[in-house]
């Protein structure tokens, strides 16, 4: 049984730096993809970074929404089946859960190519 668990979440004021955690079990995803959704209330849930293994490039690829570029840092660890996101800068509207997902293959970045998910952390970013 695969379980993705998030840690990390909190309280942090404007400007300041939190770091996501989700260790992955039951599988490994090293050549697949790990990504971080995010979901404010009020509102649909909605991408906010991937790592993901490139078959034809023999390397992994990171992807941002735009709205976090230059801000936040998705990486992983492979021997701790775990994917990472730094976010620095961080302002109010980066309010919310945050959900990691992962795949054992690479696909894309909508929710609908994640398999699995975990239960979410909050962020509370305060002004």
């Known amino acids: 049984q695969v379980q993705l668990v998030e840690s990390g979440g909190g309280l942090v004021q404007l400007g300041g730096s939190l770091r996501l955690s989700c260790a992955a079990s039951?599988?490994?995803?090293?050549?697949?993809?790990m990504a971080w959704f995010r979901q404010a209330p009020g509102k649909e849930r909605e991408f906010v970074a991937a790592?993901?293994?490139?078959?034809?490039?023999?390397?992994?690829?990171?992807n941002y929404a735009d709205s976090v570029k230059g801000r936040f840092t998705i990486s992983r660890d492979n021997a701790k089946n775990t994917v990472y996101l730094q976010m620095n800068s961080l302002k109010p509207e980066d309010t919310a859960v945050y959900y990691c997902?992962?795949?054992?293959?690479?696909?894309?970045?909508?929710?609908?190519?994640?398999?699995?998910w975990g239960q979410g952390t909050q962020v509370t970013v305060s002004s």
């Open positions: 039951g599988r490994t995803f090293s050549s697949g993809a």
């Open positions: 790592h993901r293994w490139n078959n034809y490039g023999n390397a992994y690829y990171a």
């Open positions: 997902a992962a795949d054992l293959r690479s696909r894309g970045l909508g929710e609908l190519d994640y398999n699995y």
